[in-house]
């Protein structure tokens, strides 16, 4: 059922329409697919908090998820819609996104009318539902700005392709997610002030973590998991980024290829091994080897190259520079 606070402007037509000040709007269909949150009960109830109001005067907060690629944000806000019992809707933010694609599409239809067609965020708006603005770092300025006053206690868009300013729904919620790459757009601060607060997706604790894969692939055997576990857990106390989607995707496919009718079947530590190359790269099967390439690279960035970097390795007890063990943690 769409609805709109004010009561004047929007008519519900059914079957996927409303009616918005005279102009008819095909509304986005919710996604339905459902998604469990394991461990980490913090960041969910943090992220629900966002979307309570403590008072008729109140307003929702709009907050940012980040964390590396992989982590969970996306699964996070389906699990948390879930849970709020209100349909999703999700736009994937590009760098192309347009304001109108955003907001409302003109399409042209066979017999030359045009027909408004409402985003999953103007749909989510409309029906009182949350909106996931998913990687909405890939998203550029523009588009951004066409935000801005729903974001604050305006909670209206203005479509300047239909005409219309949209109010949202009283029930309207939402959340981004901004994965902590270098493949994003500066995103100005007036915006980010509107997303508030930020929440920090971390890496899962070990139980937490088998949990995640047991759930994603309940048919691995407990040997195979274990393994993945253990890379995981060791990659993060290293602080290198690989994250619970890499293990699933290795565990995925060492499981396939221990299945597969080969005159030379592998070992299992055979399969997964290959599978961890294969996945996450040749560099993954020595971790404490990436690691203090890691942490030289961006010693690297930071202090210019001084004579002694001539004659000692960096990790050289001989080398002048060298840190002492106690600051080992601190190259992030
Ligand atoms: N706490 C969790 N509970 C269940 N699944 C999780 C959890 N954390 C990560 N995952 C799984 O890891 C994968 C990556 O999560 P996703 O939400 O797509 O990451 P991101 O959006 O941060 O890139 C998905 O398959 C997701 O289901
Ligand atoms: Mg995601």
Redesign the pocket.
Known sequence: MAHNDKGEAMQDLSDGYVEVDGVRLKLSQPYTGS??????REILMQLLACWITVDEADLPLTPRLV?A????????VIAAAKEQELPLYIYQCTADTRPEDLLITPVLGQNGNISYHASPLVSAMLCGGICLLDEGNRMNEKSWASLAPLFDGRRMVESVVAGIQIPASSEFRAAI?M?DDESTFEIPDYILSRLQPTLK?GF?NRQ?EME?LR??LPYAEAEMLAMTVEFLQTSHQLKLDF???DG?NVLRYALKRLQQDSTHPLSRDEAWQEALERCLGEEASDLEELAKRKKRALGGEAVPLGLADLFFDPDDPLHPDREDDTDDDDFE
Do not use: E, F
């Open positions: 998604a469990q949150w394991i461990g980490q964390g690629p992989g982590m969970g944000k996306t699964q996070l997610t994965n997706v899962p937490d995640i759930y994603h994250s619970p989607r699933i």
